[in-house]
């Protein structure tokens, strides 16, 4: 049972222009949601994280958007540049401070082009 | 070196064979997890390990998969008479710590590509 549905499962956008990429869950019991950034050949890397107890987060370029009563968050990209390019996984997980039993979404291949 | 080291980073064998795969995880670091990704897919969770013991092993598929830390450190995972449908990464992450404001963060390794013939 697939527990945290991504989309799009690739983008292209153009260089300056705002990537979005869109994650769902059904548990309700999760409350920590991290959005991980993987280059070929290399490990994900934690990107940036929320918990529901916040509607949005901002760490420069990137911002989470967290709608607990829809059971959804997303990733936007600012000012979206070639080194961006990368698959992005979202994630959830429950406890208090839970981060060792993380479901990943599928990816989104995010592509940036001049 | 500072991050999660994994060995091999490329590992082909043949159905039926034994396979190790071994993860250094960074210095000080309590929790360490394995995580398989297969192609095309996010990472999906095997174990993870506070201290020497395996606090979660839940997401082992079969009884083939085995994982030790027998000294705190560095930890083994282990496949029995593997099967073509082993193939893929195996990712080790680790973190400072399980629980406590800012253990949110996992810090992965490149991972260990497992090709079975």
């Known amino acids: 049972q697939q527990q945290v549905k991504q989309s799009p499962q690739s983008l292209i956008v153009q260089k300056g222009g705002i990537s979005i990429i869109n994650c769902a869950y059904e548990?309700?019991?999760?409350?920590?949601f991290p959005w991980y950034q993987q280059f070929p050949g290399k490990g994900p890397a934690l990107l940036i994280a929320?918990?529901?107890?916040?509607s949005e987060k901002k760490e420069g370029r990137f911002t989470i958007s967290f709608n607990k009563s829809a059971k959804q968050f997303s990733l936007h990209i600012m000012d979206s540049q070639p080194g961006d390019s990368a698959t992005y996984f979202c994630a959830a997980s429950m406890g208090d401070f839970g981060n060792e039993k993380l479901t990943f979404g599928t990816g989104t291949r995010l592509t940036i082009i001049p | 070196g500072a991050g999660v080291s994994q060995t091999p980073s490329n590992k082909v064998t043949e159905k039926g064979k034994y396979v190790e795969l071994r993860c250094d995880p960074i210095s000080g670091h309590t929790a360490l997890y394995w995580y398989r990704q297969s192609l095309g897919q996010g990472p999906e969770f095997l174990i993870y390990?506070?201290?020497?013991?395996?606090?979660?092993d839940s997401g082992l598929p079969n009884d083939r998969f085995f994982a030790v830390r027998p000294e705190g450190s560095v930890s083994t995972l282990k496949i029995q008479r593997t099967e073509r449908g082993d193939s893929a990464v195996y990712l080790c992450a680790s973190s400072l710590s399980r629980t406590g404001p800012g253990s949110g963060e996992l810090f992965f390794g490149e991972g260990s590509r497992l090709t079975v013939l």
């Open positions: 929320i918990r529901p107890d916040v």
């Open positions: 548990n309700t019991a999760f409350d920590y």
């Open positions: 390990f506070q201290g020497t013991g395996a606090a979660d």
